[in-house]
């Protein structure tokens, strides 16, 4: 980067030069949780880090009407070493809910009141809105005899009239017919100064605040207390209003500064009118059966304000929110309009007995602006009342939702029961993945019950996640997670014979076996790909490839809008090569040396003028990575004769 020099006197300089610093890699094992819970925001991804976190949030246990497995899977996933998820809600329930309207002549949604739990309870509460004002004062006047003034000075009286003055104030100087307007620039004893030389020369009349004029900003006010940016202000002089946003407040001066320029003429002489200046704010009341009266005043509807409505309403029974889309009228007519006491309504009682794909599929919906999510899991899928047209809808949905988001990979439960002769077959014969990113477990797992004594089925897929992210954690993504131990696993609803595992795994189903002295163990790492797509068959190929996607895309992030041109191409060579280098250092590619376990190309083949022109810049990547030992094969040769031994 050249130095500039222009204006710059002759000296040393510094000129810090920042260097985009290595690529890191993404996470990759926060895991997601979509199902129902006994309490909680409905369809709101929440960020959690561990079980206790879970039950404080969204309740224990449910056994009634039917089992959830969606707790036993997130208490799984801690247990097996997870650290981080997130958790969805999903209900038949509602949540009661208020939409607070503008004051503008064509009313439009300002805020929405939303009962924090669902149900009929939520019915009872009740939202007023009334108007408040944190300040009143008035436009200053001012006006003394002048002694003479010319040129850009004018002399009053006494320093005690020429103090009455601030700079900033626009003044308006009177003799007979002559006028003028100007602006006060500094105060010298009984001397004011202005920013332009005046029209006229005067040896006597008055100066005096001028008349406050159309497109004017600055008011002089006689006190500013209450006052900050972002605070509308009603302007009001006996039949004429109107209403102004502060920008700036200046408290040494006494003025504020309005971010339009005022609609209206507003004289100030002594003898006219005062002009009011009053704060528009408003009062939220809300009164729950719980929770009692709730008081939340002089709230603003601007992100500046130090009373911003976002900021300082916390109530035990509602939310507040901006109405979505936000469409708001101008302000001050955007403020919620004053009314009574008012019910919220549309509130309905949970019953999980009548859940439906739908339901499942506006949680895993939800976490489409969440882009820290890596491992997908809906245990439900395959409880309740669900059959297997049931199961099948949601976890296709939760196929499509991976391979749309593409950083993200989906573990796939098997329905409870499933025989390995048909019935998980016909399961993994309804699903497929052509790049791979989900991967189907089998069979369900007995664990300790969390309720009482003896022992419990439930689906594997939290428990399995809580692998994906210890095996992350203490291996790397490219290691496959198999051949891993289920620490929390009691038994297995069936137990598999190696006869009966080789066609499931050749069908990419994940076996979970039990193994003498070894425990229970998972014993597959194969993706739901067609078989005859070799390139996505394992599952740490498919979540490394994501993971240094995803690495690459936010790690070269600064080169977008940098100019195309053979420096940018440089640093970005170095930088995806110097990333590939540290990947292969700890085994996920394959090669004796690093330009054997990768390439990275990019030169003007890939970019010639008319690429360029387009305003792309195109880098070819290609990685080699390892793949799982999935059969190790040891070749025995018995060779007839050899030495003799003897005694």
């Known amino acids: 980067m050249t130095f500039v020099a222009t204006n710059k006197a002759p000296g040393v300089y510094i000129d810090e030069i920042q260097v985009p610093g290595p690529i890191a890699g ?82 439009r949604p300002v805020l929405v009141v939303t009962a924090l739990q669902e149900g009929t309870g939520g019915n009872s509460i009740t939202v007023q809105v009334d108007d408040a004002s944190i300040a009143s004062t008035k436009a200053t006047r001012q006006q003394v005899n002048l002694t003479s003034a010319s040129g850009t000075q004018a002399t009053v009286g006494s320093p005690a009239d020429a103090a009455k003055f601030n700079p900033g104030d626009w003044v308006l100087l009177e003799q007979g017919a002559n006028t003028d307007r100007a602006t006060v620039s500094s105060i010298s004893g009984a001397n004011l100064n202005f920013t332009t030389s005046l029209s006229h020369t005067y040896n006597g009349g008055d100066i005096r605040i001028a008349d406050l004029m159309p497109g004017q900003r600055r008011i002089r006010l006689d006190a500013v207390t209450g006052i900050e940016p972002g605070t509308y202000l009603s302007i009001t002089q006996g039949g004429t209003t109107e209403t102004g946003v502060v920008k700036a407040v200046d408290s040494v001066n006494t003025s504020v500064t309005l971010t339009a320029g005022l609609a209206n003429l507003y ?45 300082i309403v916390s109530s035990g029974a509602v939310s507040v929110e901006l109405a979505d889309p936000p469409t708001p009228s101008p302000p001050a007519k955007n403020l919620p309009a004053v009314q009574g006491a008012t019910a919220l309504s549309g509130g309905t009682t949970d019953n999980i007995a009548n859940l439906q794909t739908t ?171 067609p078989s005859d797509v070799t390139q996505w068959r394992y599952i740490n190929v498919r979540r490394l490839t994501s993971f240094i996607e995803k690495s690459l895309q936010e790690g070269t992030r600064f080169a977008v809008f940098e100019p195309n041109n053979l420096t940018l191409w440089q640093t970005i060579k170095r930088l995806v090569t110097d990333f590939l280098t540290r990947i292969w250092a700890e085994g996920g590619l394959f090669g004796a040396s690093p330009d054997k376990a990768f390439s990275v190309r990019v030169d003007e083949t890939l970019n010639p003028p008319e690429i360029r022109a387009l305003g792309q810049l195109v880098i070819e990547v290609t990685i080699y990575p390892t793949t799982p030992a999935e059969f190790v094969v040891f070749r025995i040769i018995q060779e007839p004769g050899g030495p003799s031994v003897q005694e």
């Not at 004289?267 to 729950?288: W, Y």
């Not at 998980?424 to 009482?452: E, H, K, M």
């Open 26 to 107: 993404v996470g990759t094992s926060t895991a997601a949780f979509v199902g129902p819970a006994q309490r909680g925001p409905l369809l709101k991804p929440a960020f959690l880090t561990n079980f206790q976190e879970f039950q404080s949030a969204f309740g224990g246990y449910i056994e009634d009407p039917q089992r959830v497995y969606a707790t036993h899977a997130v208490k799984g996933f801690f247990d097996e070493g997870g650290s981080t998820c997130y958790f969805v809600r999903v209900g038949t329930g509602a949540q009661a809910s208020l939409t607070l309207n503008d004051r503008a002549t064509t009313p």
């Open 267 to 311: 004289t100030m002489k002594n003898a006219d009118p005062a002009v009011n200046i009053k704060t528009l704010e408003f009062k939220l009341t809300i009164a729950g059966p719980t929770t009692g009266t709730e008081v939340f005043d002089n709230l603003s509807l601007d992100p500046r304000h130090s009373r911003y409505f976002s900021n």
């Open 359 to 529: 339901d499942y599929h506006k949680g895993i919906d939800a976490l489409l602006k969440v882009d820290d999510v890596n491992i997908l899991c809906v245990p439900d899928a395959v409880g309740g009342s669900f059959n297997a047209a049931a199961t099948q809808d949601i976890q296709s949905y939760m196929v499509a939702h991976c391979e749309k988001a593409a950083n993200r990979f989906a573990v796939l439960d098997p329905r409870q029961g499933s025989k390995p002769a048909n019935g998980i077959v016909t399961q993994r014969n309804n699903l497929t993945s052509d790049r791979g990113f989900a991967a189907l477990y089998y069979p369900w797992i007995y664990i300790s019950n969390p309720l009482g004594s003896g022992r419990i089925l439930v689906p594997p897929s939290g428990h399995v996640a809580g692998i994906y992210a210890n095996n992350d954690s203490t291996r790397g993504v490219f290691k496959a997670p198999a051949n891993e131990p289920l620490t929390s696993a009691l038994d297995l609803e069936e137990v598999l014979t190696d006869n009966e595992n080789g066609p499931l795994n050749e069908r990419g189903i994940d076996v979970i076996r039990s193994f003498p002295g070894q425990g229970i163990r998972v014993w597959g790492t194969r993706t739901i790909a």
